[in-house]
């Protein structure tokens, strides 16, 4: 399935991050100790017990959240979560399709921009600059040139996952 790049307020991915967490947080530690609670009185305690009862908040917790997270006002923060995902695989080829940039491999080159395009924008989601990691920004301008040496646009619209069939992993 394609991933598109769209745009969302930062400020508003940030609040709404907040929320959900503490929403998160608060729903782990009611579930838990709710589920210790009816454990310890139906069986006579013991530290499994408590651990179970954690786990089981954790599985509740989880569950409302899979069945939550289609919702309207989940948008920006499931876009964050889609991003990461598709970034951190994406990551995992990067030293082959470095190896195809220099052979200057179109789709590499999309894919090397989807991941420095996707870097960018996650960092200005979280309220963060990249101007700490010099290896990252240069590697992005050589990209940037490649793409426009190769005549292609400087930016890509999105990610297809099957292009990365081409590469090898790690």
Do not use: C
Not at 100 to 122: I, K, P, S, V
């Amino acid at each position: 399935m394609p991933f598109q790049f769209e745009e969302h307020d930062p400020e508003s991915y940030r609040r709404k991050g907040r929320l959900i967490s503490l929403a998160m947080a608060g729903q782990l530690i009611i579930f838990g100790l709710v589920f210790v609670q009816l454990l310890q009185a139906a069986f006579d305690g013991g530290f499994w017990l408590n651990v179970l009862g954690v786990v089981l908040g954790l599985v509740a917790t989880s569950l409302v959240f899979a069945a939550l997270r289609e919702r309207p006002w989940m948008a920006e923060v499931r876009y964050a979560w889609q991003l990461k995902h598709h970034l951190s695989r994406v990551s995992g080829y990067l030293p082959a399709l470095r190896r195809g940039m220099a052979e200057d491999n179109a789709t590499a080159l999309d894919l090397l921009a989807f991941y420095h395009q996707g870097m960018a924008q996650l960092a200005e989601l979280n309220g963060r600059t990249l101007d700490d990691d010099a290896e990252l920004l240069a590697e992005r301008e050589v990209v940037r040139v490649a793409r426009r040496e190769q005549g292609l646009p400087e930016r890509v619209d999105g990610l297809d996952p099957h292009d990365l069939a081409a590469f090898r992993r790690g």
